[in-house]
């Protein structure tokens, strides 16, 4: 393959976009939907950018039909969303509301009759509050909750949704959520952040089984991760040692029960001075690690890490927010750096080899599970000009640079299904509200009018034609 030749994807590759039930519904308080930890959390000062809400987010749960029209109109094969918890089961416990099945049935059937195929998340960190105020997922009982959550979904909207995935990116719930509490519910608790790592993957198995007893045959299971890429600041082996207990608490936390089974040793033993692990009961690891059919991976940007250096006083830079407290537990000092190179509005360095390594990486771990990305994409300060357009060339650059990458893993033999791209609309980005824009779709957040920008011509042309065009 030459560098001036389109790259061809196989003919069965999915092309999709994604997006999250919090990050663009809003209609918090319609139809019985009951407050989750993010609407808490974003109304509690100074923890949401200029104190952004999901309140309003992009009305998705009004416009539902204008954004599956536009998903048609820009020819995507697929479209990942997350279900709300709290507008399915008020309290995250006890019997269904129908008004918000109904919703997420519609909004299938809506994907489905325009040739978009859905995926669902069950679960993208918006936890029902009622559940929270219990304990949240620190305790066991989230875990079973989330079992019962799972069969309601699964026997509503088994008949006609095919892909499933349980989690998306549990480290963020645990370690951000409980740990550096940049995250709902905000709670800065070392030893809570590893009981919710170990709650959220029996849920995961808990739910997987949930799933497959009311899902019909053909339907697939999986689960997304985002696994960290640490790299080593030197060869030295203490930074090597720095990389190696940044992946066990980012990645192999919960690769290990969900992929092979088990704990890592060097994990407990990082973690060691943090917690026992006594909350493993005996059988979770093996109920935990459940068949999947797929698995999806996220990908942004790799991460530096070294030693630390003694009597430095660096401002730890792990791209994940700022806060006093760290969720590195047992591994506080571990230097983060800022790799060089061009960045995106988030701060975060662009280097699509991080995402070749990570395909490369799980094709060796896990040889045959099928992987999907299922989400990667790039916010930028997008600005309308004054004909009403948005050129937004570094995303296209963003996006291409990945896409090569993906592309070279599938020639390289890696088993890669389907690309997601993050996101369809600029969304509510967490902690940084609106501020930041990573959607192909331009949302004026005061019209909620949608204006594709010129990156959703451009990947609606790849995924038309399945082709990557040279250079960019
Ligand atoms: O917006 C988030 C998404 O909800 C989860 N993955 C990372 C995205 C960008 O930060």
Request: hydrophobic share 35%; aromatic share 10%.
């Amino acid at each position: 393959m030459t560098e001036n030749q389109p790259r061809v994807f196989p003919p069965d590759f999915l092309w999709g976009s994604a997006t999250a039930s919090y990050q663009i519904e809003g209609a918090a308080r319609e139809d019985g939907r009951t407050p989750s930890i993010w609407d808490t959390f974003s109304r509690t000062p100074g923890k949401v950018h200029a104190g952004h809400t999901g309140d309003v987010a992009c009305d998705h749960y009004h416009r539902w039909q204008d954004d599956v029209r536009l998903m048609a109109e820009l020819g995507l094969g697929a479209y990942r969303f997350s279900v709300s918890w709290s507008r399915v089961q008020p309290t995250g416990r006890g019997p269904a509301v129908q008004r918000g099945l109904d919703f997420y049935r519609s909004l299938a059937d809506g994907l489905l009759e325009r040739g978009v195929v859905p995926a669902i998340t069950l679960y993208h960190w918006d936890l029902p509050q009622d559940l929270e105020d219990a304990g949240g997922w620190p305790e066991r009982e989230t875990a079973q909750r989330f079992a019962e959550y799972a069969h309601i979904v699964g026997e509503a909207l088994g008949d006609r949704v095919t892909s499933w995935i349980t989690l998306n990116e549990p480290f963020c719930s645990a370690f951000l959520g409980y740990g550096s509490g940049v995250h709902a519910p905000g709670r800065t608790e070392s030893e809570a952040v590893l009981k919710a790592s170990h709650h959220l993957n029996l849920a995961h198995g808990l739910g997987v089984q949930a799933l497959r007893s009311v899902l019909p045959r053909n339907a697939e299971v999986g689960i997304t991760f985002n696994p960290v890429v640490a790299r080593p600041k030197t060869d030295s082996p203490g930074d090597q040692d720095a990389a190696r207990r940044i992946d066990a608490l980012q990645t192999r936390i919960f690769t290990g029960p969900v992929l092979h089974g088990g704990y890592p040793d060097d994990l407990r033993r990082d973690t060691a001075r943090a917690s026992d692990w006594s909350f493993v009961r005996d059988g979770d690891e093996a109920l935990i690690h459940q068949p999947l059919d797929f698995l999806g991976l996220n990908y942004y940007t790799p991460t530096v890490v070294s030693a630390p250096t003694e009597g430095a006083k660096i401002a730890r830079n792990d791209g994940h927010g700022s806060s006093e407290h760290s969720p590195w537990v047992g591994s506080e000092d571990v230097e983060f750096h800022l790799a060089p190179g061009e960045r995106t509005d988030m701060g975060w360095v662009i280097d699509p080899t991080g995402l070749a390594e990570l395909l490369t990486r799980f094709q060796r771990e896990v040889p045959n599970l099928p992987l999907y990305i299922t989400e990667n994409g790039a916010a930028f300060d997008d600005k309308m000009d004054a004909a009403g357009a948005v050129h937004d060339p570094d995303r296209i650059a963003y996006l291409h640079g990945h896409l090569t990458a993906v592309h070279q893993a599938i020639e390289q033999g890696v088993d890669v299904r389907g690309y997601f791209l993050w996101s369809l609309l600029d969304n509510f980005e967490w902690a940084y509200g609106y501020s930041k824009r990573f959607g192909v779709v331009h949302v004026d957040f005061d019209t909620l009018q949608r204006t594709p920008k010129a990156s959703a011509r451009w990947y609606a042309g790849v995924a038309g034609s399945g082709r990557l065009p040279a250079g960019g």
